[in-house]
């Protein structure tokens, strides 16, 4: 729980001192246990984001079965090793595009009353996904990579 709200704190934004017109989102604790550790995650009540107004399109591409079934045979055929990775804190790195204020919980060392501006994406919102994504779509591309047309979310390094 330390080191996700340690994560936030690099990511928020000083409170702010007027009351944005945009939607204001509560935050809230999900814990789950995995077989050796305990897990938290701090994430936002997006049930008062209006479409339209607090968000556009939320759509974060996906590789097709058939594409992965693709690039997996063409690996076995040429002997080349599979290798998967887990980004630590994955949506907290990436911008977001439009500005999404939240109410910070008691305890994070904040001012009563204030609101925060976040700088990141936050678990829970509804482009948050979608900001993951275009984010490692431009890693990805800098470090030479392209998306193949018919399947945006599969990359190949040329």
């Known amino acids: ?78 002997n080349w090793s599979i290798r998967t990775f887990d980004v630590k804190v994955a949506l907290l790195n990436s911008l977001i595009d439009k500005p999404v204020y939240i109410l910070p919980l008691v305890g994070m060392g904040v001012l009563k009353y204030s609101v925060l501006k976040l700088n990141k994406a936050l678990y829970g919102t509804k482009k948050s996904s979608q900001c993951w994504w275009l984010h490692l779509r431009g890693v990805l591309q800098r470090i030479g990579f392209r998306n193949i047309n018919e399947d945006p979310s599969t990359h190949t390094l040329d």
């Not at 945009?22 to 077989?35: A, D, N, Q, V, Y």
């Not at 399109?57 to 690996?75: C, G, Q, V, W, Y």
Request: charge should be positive; hydrophobic fraction near 40%.
């Open 1 to 78: 729980m330390k080191t996700e709200e340690v994560s936030m704190q690099v990511f928020l934004k000083d409170s702010m001192k007027e009351v944005p017109h945009e939607s204001i989102l509560g935050m809230r604790w999900i814990f789950t246990k995995k077989p050796e550790q305990f897990k938290a995650r701090l994430v936002a009540r997006v049930f008062h984001q209006i479409y339209w107004i607090d968000y556009d399109e939320k759509i974060a591409s996906t590789p097709t079965f058939n594409s992965l079934r693709l690039r997996i045979s063409t690996a076995c055929l040429k």
